[in-house]
């Protein structure tokens, strides 16, 4: 029975730039885990803005535009309006994104296994493979307890999922070829 081998090897600078990116996802990780409800709210006030920003240049590009017909000035209605309202109230926002955190932990796990699969002959993979399969869990936990618990879930779940992609990425940049 013959066993394949292959030659796998990482550019210093792709190991350079995942051990930065993995020491920086670990510090935010942290800080989501410990305050997470501060992250919660952070979060959906961030998004706030941004939709208000959003607004204020659609706004522009429509009144600058050499159509102004009514239904121009829909999006940028709506950007703000929807702004607004996360801002004024970041719960219900916050259970808004619980539920797209949780779609999105699905679609993680789907790419983290996928992306273990592919780097298999590497020493690291397994932590992809793990970190895949504790998105399914994660995803699995919010979806449970969804609306109630958004507020201090979703931070802790995101502090988990940054802590979690920054481990493997500095896993994966200290692996040698096999």
Do not use: C, H
């Not at 004024?88 to 955190?101: D, E, H, Q």
């Not at 970190?131 to 969804?146: D, Y």
């Not at 802590?163 to 070829?177: E, H, Q």
């Amino acid at each position: 029975m013959t066993q394949f081998s292959m030659r796998v090897s990482l550019d210093p600078d792709f190991r350079r730039y995942a051990r930065t990116t993995g020491w920086v996802l670990l510090i935010l990780g942290l800080a989501g885990i410990l305050l997470p409800k501060l992250v919660s709210i952070t979060l959906s006030v961030l998004i706030g803005w941004l939709l208000l920003l959003a607004g204020g240049i659609s706004a522009y590009l429509v009144y600058y535009s050499y159509r102004r017909s009514g239904l121009a000035w829909l999006k940028p209605f709506v950007l703000f309006a929807v702004g607004f309202i996360v801002i004024f109230n970041p719960t219900l926002a916050i259970a808004a994104l619980g539920l797209l955190l949780a779609v999105y932990f699905l679609l993680d796990g789907f790419a983290g296994v996928s992306f273990a699969m592919e780097w298999r002959p590497l020493s690291g993979w397994g932590w992809m493979l793990a970190n895949g399969i504790l998105s399914f869990l994660l995803a699995g936990i919010l979806l449970i307890g969804w609306p109630f618990s958004s507020l201090w879930v979703v931070g802790l779940l995101i502090g988990i999922r940054l802590f979690l992609d920054g481990l493997a990425l500095l896993m994966l940049s200290t692996t040698t070829a096999q």
